[in-house]
């Protein structure tokens, strides 16, 4: 398949799929001090996947901001916790003017006692320096270094700072450990099957490439869907590469 092919399908696929992020995605954030660092991964989602986000209480959600919410978390006696959470709100005063405010939804969710602790499992990554290049797609872009933080049931276990290469070796250890997951398999059939029907799609929309399709299957069939499966195969592989973070569940790399 062509550079240009896969480019079109994985943003398709992007733009469709909410849980992989569509563009580059608003962060969570981590309090340390005075700093307050982005954070490429989201604490709250295996939470929020047990005990939902009540569906009336965030009605405005974007393209930078699938999950519908930004949190603030700090380390507190070695304990992970929720310093408040909002949600993005849209004013509408008069003479039309739109103003984009961030209110707090913390009580709606946890309740009046504060320092909510969360029960996250696995490494908080916290991207720092400068920005080496920019990735259109959920927290794919990388930076001059990261620290990681690893968390044990929401209990604080220890730190390290990483360069980027350092990183990328450490998700790609991790990554090679994820794949022989009944996990990863099913994450990987789901993707490919989404791939298949996003060009399903795109062979109704952009004719030249169902022409270019049938060509190819009219000189070989055989030959034409087995390089298929294995475009889909690599296509999916990648792609989950590039959007999977919560598989590293801690900073050392695995056997």
């Known amino acids: 398949m ?30 340390i ?10 604490p709250l989602e295996n939470y929020f996947q047990k005990n939902p986000i009540p569906n009336d209480l ?15 978390f700090k380390i507190v006696d070695n304990k992970l916790i929720v310093e408040n959470i909002y949600k993005q709100d849209i004013q509408n005063p008069e003479k039309g003017v739109f103003k984009e405010e961030l209110i707090s939804i913390y009580k709606d ?25 920019y990735v259109h797609m959920g927290y794919s872009s990388t930076y001059e270094k990261y620290l990681l933080i690893e968390i044990k049931n929401g209990n604080y276990i ?3 700072e990483f360069s980027d290469e350092e990183y990328t070796n450490l998700k790609l250890k991790h990554f090679k450990k994820y794949q022989q997951s009944e996990e990863y398999k099913k994450a990987l059939n789901e993707t490919i099957a989404m791939f298949k029907e996003t060009e399903k799609n795109l062979e109704k929309d952009f ?6 399709n049938d060509k190819r299957k009219k000189q070989n069939k055989y030959l034409y869907e087995k390089e298929k499966e294995l475009e889909y ?23």
Do not use: M
């Open 207 to 212: 004719k030249e490439i169902k022409r270019e």
């Open 2 to 31: 062509k550079l240009n092919k896969i480019i079109v399908i994985v943003s398709f696929v992007i733009s469709n799929i909410n849980s992989v992020f569509a563009t580059g995605q608003i962060p969570d954030y981590l309090i």
């Open 58 to 72: 965030i009605k405005v959600t974007s393209s930078a901001l699938w999950r519908g919410y930004i949190a603030y």
């Open 158 to 160: 220890r730190e390290k």
């Open 109 to 133: 969710i946890f309740g009046d006692k504060p320092n909510f602790e969360c029960d996250f499992d696995g490494v908080l990554i916290c991207p720092k320096g400068k920005q080496i290049s």
């Open 233 to 255: 195969l690599q296509s999916a592989e990648n792609f989950l590469f590039f959007v999977t973070t919560n598989n590293i569940k801690t900073i050392d790399i695995p056997n």
């Open 33 to 42: 001090e005075k700093d307050t660092l982005s954070l490429h991964c989201n």
